[in-house]
C-alpha cells in the first residue's frame, strides 16, 4: 500500500479527523515526509487541513472532504421540473403559463416544518 493512500485510510477511519502531529506517527515518518504527502492530498481535494491545538500545541486537524451531492429539491414541485431550468424562451416571467403552472404546484404541496423533518 503506498503511503498516501495509508494515509488516506488513517484519515478516513477517524471520524472527528485525526491531528498532523499524532498522524505522523502513526505512519511513523517525520514530520517533513507527512506535511508533503498532506500537500499532494490536499492538491487533489481529498482531505482538509484546519489550525487547531491538542494537548497543548498547535497543529492541524486532518479531516476527509466530503462531495457535496447535487440536490435538486429546489427545481422541483412535486414531481414537476421547474420549466424555467434549461428554458430558452424569451418571454415574461408573469406570462409564462409553465411557470405559472409549476408556481401553483409548489403552492399546493405540504411545507414541512424543522419539528416535522427531525421526527422522520
Do not use: H
Amino acid at each position: 500500500m503506498e503511503i498516501e493512500e495509508k494515509t488516506l485510510k488513517i484519515i478516513r477511519d477517524s471520524k472527528d479527523g485525526v491531528y498532523q502531529n499524532e498522524l505522523w506517527k502513526l505512519l511513523e515518518i517525520d514530520s517533513r515526509k507527512c506535511s508533503r504527502i498532506l500537500n499532494k492530498l490536499i492538491k487533489a481535494e481529498l482531505i482538509s487541513r484546519e489550525s487547531s491545538v491538542n494537548n497543548g500545541a498547535s497543529t492541524y486537524l486532518i479531516k476527509v472532504v466530503t462531495p457535496e451531492e447535487e440536490s435538486f429539491d429546489l427545481l422541483l414541485a412535486g414531481e414537476m421540473f421547474s420549466p424555467c431550468a434549461g428554458c430558452r424562451l424569451a418571454c415574461q416571467p408573469e406570462e409564462c403559463e409553465l411557470l405559472s403552472d409549476w408556481i401553483s404546484q409548489l403552492s399546493a404541496e405540504p411545507v414541512e416544518t424543522e419539528e416535522e423533518e427531525e421526527e422522520e
